[in-house]
């Protein structure tokens, strides 16, 4: 997912966040609630924004949907520009573009 930081806010880009369907798989459906739930501010045609202090939240969400293997890799890891320096709290769950 494609992502960057502003005034310690991150934001994952809007194509990028997974879409609630109401005859979707149940993995997909319960992601897409649990980044919604922490989420600062969710809207379909804006970025999904994150407050610093639920990052930690969104790491080990993050990992615990990587580890189940039901969803690909690209749908649970974070994504920065190449010239990003990732914050040590998401470095588990991050890469550079």
Same mark, same amino acid.
């Given at each position: 997912?494609?992502?960057?930081?502003?005034?310690?806010? %991150?934001?994952i880009?809007?194509?990028?966040?997974?879409?609630?369907?109401?005859?979707?798989?149940?993995?997909?459906?319960?992601?897409f609630?649990? %980044?919604?739930?922490?989420a600062?501010q969710?809207?379909?045609?804006?970025?999904w924004?994150?407050?610093?202090?639920?990052?930690?939240?969104?790491?080990?969400?993050?990992?615990?949907?990587?580890?189940?293997?039901?969803?690909?890799?690209?749908?649970?890891? %974070?994504?920065?520009?190449?010239?990003?320096?990732?914050?040590?709290?998401?470095?588990p769950?991050?890469?550079?573009?």
């Open positions: 997912m494609r992502a960057r930081i502003e005034q310690q806010i %991150l934001l880009h809007q194509d990028d966040v997974p879409q609630y369907k109401k005859n979707g798989s149940v993995v997909r459906n319960s992601y609630w649990a %980044l919604k739930a922490i600062a969710t809207n379909r045609f804006r970025d924004e994150y407050d610093s202090e639920v990052w930690l939240a969104l790491q080990r969400m993050l990992l615990a949907f990587t580890e189940s293997s039901y969803l690909n890799l690209r749908e649970t890891q %974070l994504e920065f520009p190449a010239e990003y320096d990732i914050p040590a709290i998401l470095k769950v991050a890469t550079w573009e």
